[in-house]
């Protein structure tokens, strides 16, 4: 079955610009999760969607949201951009989401470069 | 908050040797993952265990559950430059995230 997609996969953007990042999950997933990933701070966790509902936040600025539509896939928008946040991007899908041994399944990531 | 500390941060070594790997914290876990990235992708799900004291066999990998589901460790056997990558421990606590640790990049060398 086909995995877990992430577009763009790099792109580079100028500090004060706003950025759309996409995830389509895997098939018949209903849970999506973003994490936010540095070389200073590792894996950070953004927010959670389950059925287009944000069930859990992680601590980013208002800047950082998501949204989650009808058919699952899920998108996360970044406004005016620091360089702070040139970073890598995942998505990740589950049945579920965490809890109850689900399986967590990552996309590739997006590589996002601020200038 | 939760937290989990992995160590060593770095790992070089010679191809056939041995190596373990730690996730610890304070926190109790429900279960722990261990996760294997390479370069320019994403993390590939490497092993979960559940159960306090759980022990789970992966090839030359033995993943270890500490007894009160706050720690574990990956321990790898004769390893080969194909092994080489970073290892992530990711926690499964409180709410619909996940904890990660900081990541073990281990090199082997042939």
Known sequence: KAGVTQTPRYLIKTRGQQVTLSCSPISGHRSVSWYQQTPGQGLQFLFEYF??????????????SGRQ?????????????????????????SLFGTGSGN????????????? | TQLLEQSPQFLSIQEGENLTVYCNSSSVFSS????????????????????????????????????????????????????????????????????????TQLTVNP
């Open chain 2, 32 to 103: 722990l993952q261990w996760y294997r990235q390479e370069p320019g992708e994403g993390p590939v799900l490497l092993v979960t265990v559940v159960t306090g004291g759980e022990v789970k066999k992966l090839k030359r990998l033995t993943f270890q559950f500490g007894d009160a589901r706050k720690d574990s460790s990956l321990h790898i056997t004769a390893a080969q430059p194909g092994d080489t990558g970073l290892y992530l421990c990711a926690g499964d606590g409180s709410g619909s995230r996940l904890t990660f640790g900081e990541g």
């Open chain 1, 69 to 93: 539509f009808s058919n699952s896939r899920s998108e996360m928008n970044v406004s005016t951009l620091e360089l702070g946040d040139s970073a890598l991007y995942l998505c990740a899908s």
């Open chain 1, 103 to 115: 399986t967590i399944y990552f996309g590739e990531g997006s590589w996002l470069t601020v200038v």
């Open chain 1, 51 to 64: 059925s287009e509902t944000q069930r859990n936040k992680g601590n980013f600025p208002g800047r950082f």
